[in-house]
């Protein structure tokens, strides 16, 4: 989902490493000459690369599927046009498929990934905090999260509706399991690594436990703990499509499945599109929240 | 006296089981007001000290008492300094200043009034509202500084607090150390591996040596009041040259006076 994201986003986790003037070895290696008499500065006018290159990959990889298509070296019934698609994509929003809109899909689809992610970060985020601050804590938790870590969530679905049955509830439940460890794991990374100093300094200023937790402990592992939800809603929203496979009436997922069912590939494709998209603006808008709450994280 | 340390030892676990001595057989008393300077080396133990007053290591021997209270543990009666600042960078400079009133529970706007005080008296007035990064070096030691004193602690434990500042910054803040506690009348105790440093702020000295850790030498040192009435000019007096000569022959000789 992320090599959709060439827009010019700061990435706090990862900054630049290079200056912004570049790096100056080369001009002193070389020997000085003099500088060429009123050489033109070339004004740079247009987009720059970082922006116009992957747009113009995207525009590239549109008019191959074009091509292929309008040519007819593919059927469309196994790749329908970017046209088709575009009408198809309009219709799901005013007419919708299996009798809900684009939007009642949507809707019922982000309801299950935020709802399964507040009840990630409510158990993960005092588990990452056990994990990372006590011995009988990280003993007790951490074979749990790395059993359950790399199990696909796809895996223990049958498990989850045997206990859970095939409600809302199952499927909340799929999603949530499949994004705690990523919380949990980044949260007690996060809470490993508070400066043992800046603990020392509250506590001589008298700070209780409570407050070391509330007032030192969090703050400073709150950039892990965000990076954590990131990552955690980016493994939700792939686990959605496996989670509305049994029993949904509603959902992108169910949307994609059912259009199957009926060889409507223009939906299929179509349902494709709409999960990177809400996938790429859900990915936006957490890096915008990093940068409103944790921007200081980029500069300690 | 405000702080006495009665035969402090310290030892650190070993990964083979065993113990290795930090500090031994530490005596010291410090009346209030002064401003006492602790000079060794690198690895003598004396941030090991530091750490056993300020109430972050438990000592394995011995007691250290404040007044006539018994340490046990960090507390709001002895303020660090420490080398790192340890600002808190999600908090501006006026928050991280105002930090230990913010656990007492005290109103937000005393609060802020009071950060105000502390942070002009450090030479900070109107950078309450910079985040910590935007400040240099020597002004992220001054918040550090600031919100150690705004607890009003009986004992200020600094911690080579101007060992990461450049040069001429250190110069200055030399001074502000002394004005501070000029204007505070805090008992410090401040520790360095910095002979003119010592010798400068001082109003004594403790040499720490050998290992496991030893006081090998004790003196009172006149320069740091006089540095309050002449500044730097304290460093070109003949006397300060010859007490530096002597005190390098005490250190690199290890041995008691």
């Not at chain 1, 929003?93 to 409510?122: I, P, Y």
């Not at chain 1, 949307?255 to 790429?280: E, H, K, P, R, Y």
């Not at chain 2, 000079?39 to 056993?52: E, M």
């Not at chain 2, 992220?140 to 009986?154: C, G, K, N, T």
Request: aromatic share 6%; with cysteine; charged share 15%.
């Amino acid at each position: 989902m992320s090599f959709l994201s060439p827009l010019p986003v700061a990435d706090i986790s990862l900054p630049l490493i290079v200056p912004a003037e570049g790096f100056p070895f080369d001009d002193q290696l070389r020997p000085r000459t003099p500088a060429p008499p009123a050489r033109k500065a070339r004004r740079r006018t247009g987009v720059p690369a970082r922006i116009w290159i992957p747009l113009a990959t995207l525009a590239g990889f549109l008019a191959l599927w074009w091509a292929v298509t309008a040519f007819g070296a593919v059927p469309a019934l196994f790749l329908p046009s970017p046209q088709a698609v575009a009408t198809r994509l309009s219709r799901l929003v005013t007419e919708g498929f299996v009798d809900a809109t684009l939007a009642q899909h949507l809707a019922a689809s982000l309801f299950r990934v935020f709802a399964a992610l507040a009840a990630a970060l409510l158990l993960g985020v005092p588990a990452g905090f056990a994990i990372g601050l006590s011995t009988v804590g990280r003993g007790i938790l951490d074979p749990i999260v790395e059993f359950l870590r790399p199990i696909p969530p796809l895996a223990y679905l049958p498990l989850v509706i045997i206990w859970a049955g095939i409600g809302e509830s199952a499927k909340v439940l799929v999603i949530a399991l499949a994004m705690l460890p990523p919380i949990i794991i980044a949260t007690a990374a996060g809470t490993r690594g508070v400066d043992g100093n800046r603990l020392n300094v509250a506590r001589a200023l008298g700070a209780t436990r409570a407050q070391l937790l509330r007032l030192v402990v969090l703050p400073s592992a709150s950039p892990s703990i965000l990076t954590g939800t990131r990552i955690a809603l980016g493994a939700g929203w792939s686990t959605l499509v496996a989670a509305e496979l049994v029993a949904a009436t509603r959902g992108v997922g169910f949307m994609i499945q059912s259009a199957a069912n009926f060889l409507a590939t223009d939906v299929v494709v179509a349902g494709i599109f709409v999960i990177a998209g809400v996938a790429f603006v859900l990915e936006l808008a957490i890096r915008l929240l990093e940068r409103a709450l944790v921007g200081w994280a980029a500069h300690a | 006296m405000k702080l006495t340390i009665h035969h402090l030892g310290v030892q650190f676990p070993q990964p083979d089981g065993g113990e290795a001595p930090v500090l031994d057989g530490i005596d010291l008393a410090i009346p209030a007001g002064e401003l006492v300077v602790l000079l060794g080396a690198s690895g003598c133990g004396k941030s090991t000290l530091l750490n056993a007053i300020a109430g972050f290591l438990p000592p394995t021997e011995g007691e250290i008492w404040v007044e006539q209270r018994r340490v046990t543990g960090p507390g709001i009666d002895r303020g660090v300094v420490l080398q790192t600042d340890a600002l808190f960078p999600w908090l501006n400079a006026r928050d991280n200043v105002a930090f230990g009133l913010r656990l007492r529970s005290i109103p937000l706007k005393e609060r802020n009034n009071r950060a105000e005080e502390a942070l002009d008296l450090v030479g900070l007035a109107g950078k309450g509202d910079h985040a910590t990064w935007q400040l240099s070096g020597g002004q992220r030691q001054r918040v550090s500084l600031a919100r150690a004193l705004i607890a009003d602690p009986e004992i200020l434990l600094m911690d080579e607090p101007l060992g990461a500042l450049d040069a001429m910054t250190r110069e200055q803040m030399q001074d502000l150390v002394l004005e501070v506690w000029q204007r505070t009348g805090k008992t410090i105790l401040f520790v360095t591996h910095g002979l003119d440093e010592a010798l400068y702020l001082g109003t004594r000295l403790v040499v720490l040596a050998g290992k496991p850790g030893r006081i090998v030498h004790d003196e009172p040192l006149a320069f740091g009041r006089r540095a309050l009435e002449i500044g730097s000019k304290v460093k070109s007096l003949p006397a300060f040259a010859t007490a530096r000569e002597r005190l390098r022959e005490v250190i690199f000789a290890g041995a008691p006076t």
